[in-house]
């Protein structure tokens, strides 16, 4: 029975999103389908270039038996979890346990709907693009707090809280990065904030704002060493503890998006996005979304970096951090940036 039922979870969940995508931002399905594959497969590369990194920092093998070099350990990893029986607690509020977990899935890709990754390849270049993205993504916290409330756990509803108050909390200072950003700017356009990068990349003269803005998405996305929300010694593996096969995977999955997206959007942001390296003529010869790539890959690798070197923090000293320290030297160097706009 729970092989139907997952077949059939599956089916609804892929009818959901696309009556999602096609209802509120006016995409044909056969426009949604071919960005939806690929970021299948690159959070499926992602697990397992972090497992393999790791491995090297932690002078271990790491996944190298499934397929060549261990190629094939995420596929393994996903059919295993798909075939796995969905549990859904008694005492639990089984409509929204199952909700929960879609919701998240749901919000973590329509972000990438307006992310551009060079000229062209972009689903839908709004003026608003920036503006959509943080709508939609603030609203990833909500499938936190119902999970952890309907699974009628207590490590699961306090990992919920932990999460909310981490997420709102580091969603203040980002918010005060990007208006930094944007004052140099002038647009809410991902594609004009690359092209105005086009003389020197936002990393030189906003090096300080690229700083916090890259604590601040560690901790925006549960990472090392801020996933206190996640913590196996306290909380049992926080608000997801009760999910188990599909639903699991669709947090899994959310969650590794997020972190693409936060990449995505540091590159776009400081690195000068598609871009090349002091935008030399000769350099544009190489495809520009292999800059992305490349640009993406890197920052990537400084989030595994970080997380197999750094322990976690306490959860005082990580409110700490948000609202005395990058709060604070956000809104200086804000007016900052305003003051020099302002003699220039």
Known sequence: ?????????????????????????????????????????????????????????????????????????????????????????????????????????????????????????????????????????????????????????KYAFLGALRSAAQFVSYEVSIGIIIMTVLLCVGSLNFSEIVLFQTKIWFIIPLFISFFMFFISALAETNRVPFDLPEAESELVSGYNVEYAATTFVLFFLAEYSNILIMCVLIVIFFFGGWIPFLNLVILYYIPLWLWFSVKISFVIFLFIFIRGTLPRYRYDQLM?????????????????????????
């Open 320 to 344: 700490f951090i948000g609202w005395k320290v990058l709060l604070p030297i956000s809104l200086s160097f804000l007016f900052f940036v305003s003051t020099v706009f302002w003699f220039i």
């Open 1 to 153: 029975m729970f092989y139907i039922f997952n077949v059939s979870f599956s089916i609804l969940f892929s009818i959901y999103f696309f009556a999602i995508c096609y209802f509120l931002l006016d995409i044909s399905f056969i426009k949604v389908l071919p960005p939806i594959l690929p970021i299948f497969l690159i959070v499926a590369l992602f697990t397992l270039l972090e497992r393999k990194l790791l491995a090297g920092i932690q002078r271990r093998r790491g996944p190298n038996v499934v397929g060549i070099l261990g190629l094939l350990q995420p596929f393994a990893d996903a059919v295993k979890l798909i075939i796995k029986e969905t549990i859904i607690p008694g005492l639990s509020n089984s409509i929204l346990f199952i909700i929960a977990p879609v919701l998240s899935f749901t919000i973590s890709l329509l972000g990438w709907s307006v992310l551009p990754l060079s000229y062209s390849l972009v689903l839908s270049d709004i003026n608003l693009g920036l503006m959509f993205l943080f709508s939609i993504s603030s609203l990833g916290v909500y499938g936190i707090i119902i999970s952890g409330w309907s699974s009628n756990n």
